[in-house]
């Protein structure tokens, strides 16, 4: 009796082939990992023989990922990684390199955020050398997604290592792919600096960053570089005073209020408010509702909403400075104003029209005008009587309590 194995031995590729591939067809994992080690042998360093095997795997993982079989799907990709990983056709490495990839993605949706590290660390260290453009794309992508993932993980020392690693391999490039993904190492890098209130070495970076890549044209990293502005702004303030944010938040303006990228324009609004906000902290109502106007006229028609966001911020700022000049009926306007813009709009646009609807009812209690007063108590409560956002709730609580006293 002959086993498997020597009989294995005495079939051609041709037959091993067909058998292995019907194997895979029929989800027969463990039967594939029989056959292919013989497979291997008669395909030798025949090129073409080996790409027919890699793509056999790599089709069958994508039948597992549309199947949903995230486990079978790992499977294979370990299967092509262990078998392939040092083969030098190139055909035959991009499946490796996705296979690579694809896992790492996996392990993420999974959230095994200890495996996804290993893996991307596998990745890099196999195909850094390799100099395909494509390929250092996909390094500098894996190793910024390796800090992200770090992060996660609360082990921010290692992912600012990471962040210091890309740029170091990739500041050199003339790649835009890669360098944007420098620009966003140093970003996310500063951004690490808050959590580890090292506001010093925050501002270090925004200025390396803007150093590097003020002259860029890529609207990417135009966007870093403007974020970077916005954040050194709100950084210098809390370190020295606001008085010396304001040189920093009118210079993003000058740079880049012509942007035709939204992202980019985002910033320009939030420098926009966040002179309004300066310019109050120093009691001049009357020149930050000036500041005010600006962004609204300039945003209150954009599509983004994250810029409209901006504006309902810039509304409300401005009925309280309205407030403050004790000019009541023209802030009502305003608080209604705000409300009827956004109360269909969700998220943080959304917690601004709650806050018009407090600050109105406040203003009419503060006006003894009962009936509007108890109105606008009903309106807020009904309105978010189920919305699960804590600011908004405890909104809702407060005005429930106001009301009660009020009508005892």
């Known amino acids: 009796m002959y086993s498997q194995e020597s009989t294995r031995k005495q079939k051609s590729y041709d037959d091993l082939y067909v058998e292995f591939v019907?194997?895979?067809?029929?989800?027969?994992?463990?039967?594939?990992?029989?056959?292919?080690?013989?497979?291997?042998?008669?395909a030798k360093d025949n090129d073409s023989k080996l790409i027919d095997v890699s793509t056999a795997l790599f089709k069958q993982a994508n039948s597992f990922a549309q199947e949903n079989k995230i486990e079978e799907e790992i499977e294979v990709y370990n299967?092509?990684?262990?078998?392939?990983?040092?083969?030098?056709?190139?055909?035959?490495?991009?499946?490796?390199?996705?296979?690579?990839?694809?896992?790492?993605?996996?392990?993420?949706?999974?959230?095994?955020?200890?495996?996804?590290?290993?893996v991307q660390d596998e990745l890099v260290g196999r195909f850094e050398d390799n100099e395909d453009e494509g390929t250092m794309e996909d390094i500098a992508s894996t190793l910024l997604d390796e800090a992200f993932t770090l992060e996660e993980l609360d082990r921010n020392e290692e992912a600012i290592f990471i962040y210091d690693e890309i740029v170091r391999r990739f500041e050199s490039s003339e790649n835009q792919i890669i360098l944007s993904?420098?620009?966003r190492s140093l970003f996310n890098k500063a951004l690490l600096f808050v959590h580890l209130e090292q506001y010093k070495e925050e501002v270090e970076v925004y200025d390396l960053i803007i150093e590097k890549f003020s002259n860029s044209d890529n609207l990417v990293i135009q966007e870093q570089v403007a974020?970077?502005?916005?954040?050194?702004?709100?950084?210098?303030?809390?370190?020295y005073g606001p008085e010396y944010s304001l040189d920093i938040y009118s210079e993003i303006i000058r740079l880049f209020e012509n942007s035709t990228s939204q992202k980019i324009l985002l910033q320009v609004a939030l420098a926009s408010c966040n002179i309004g906000e300066v310019l109050t902290s120093f009691d001049k109502n009357e020149a930050s509702i000036e500041v005010y106007n600006s962004v609204i006229e300039r945003f209150e028609d954009s599509e983004d909403e994250g810029i409209l966001e901006v504006v309902a911020k810039a509304l409300l700022n401005k009925a309280k400075r309205i407030e403050a000049l004790e000019?009541?009926?023209?802030?009502?306007?305003?608080?209604d104003e705000i409300i009827q813009k956004f109360e269909n709009y969700e998220n943080n646009t959304l917690l601004y029209v709650a806050f018009a609807m407090k600050y109105k009812v406040l203003l009419l209690h503060s006006l003894n005008r009962k009936e509007e007063f108890l109105e606008a108590c009903d309106d807020i409560i009904i309105r978010f009587a189920h919305n699960e956002n804590k600011q908004i709730a405890n909104i809702v609580v407060s005005i429930i309590e106001m009301k009660r006293i009020y009508t005892q």
């Not at 019907?22 to 008669?42: A, G, V, W």
């Not at 974020?227 to 370190?239: I, L």
């Open 22 to 42: 019907s194997k895979i067809e029929d989800q027969k994992l463990n039967e594939c990992l029989e056959i292919l080690p013989s497979l291997l042998k008669k």
């Open 79 to 118: 299967i092509l990684i262990n078998k392939f990983k040092y083969v030098q056709n190139p055909k035959v490495l991009e499946y490796v390199k996705n296979a690579y990839i694809n896992k790492d993605i996996r392990l993420g949706e999974l959230n095994r955020l200890e495996e996804k590290v290993e």
């Open 181 to 183: 993904t420098v620009a």
């Open 227 to 239: 974020k970077s502005y916005v954040n050194k702004g709100v950084a210098v303030s809390e370190m």
């Open 327 to 335: 000019l009541p009926e023209e802030a009502l306007e305003v608080y």
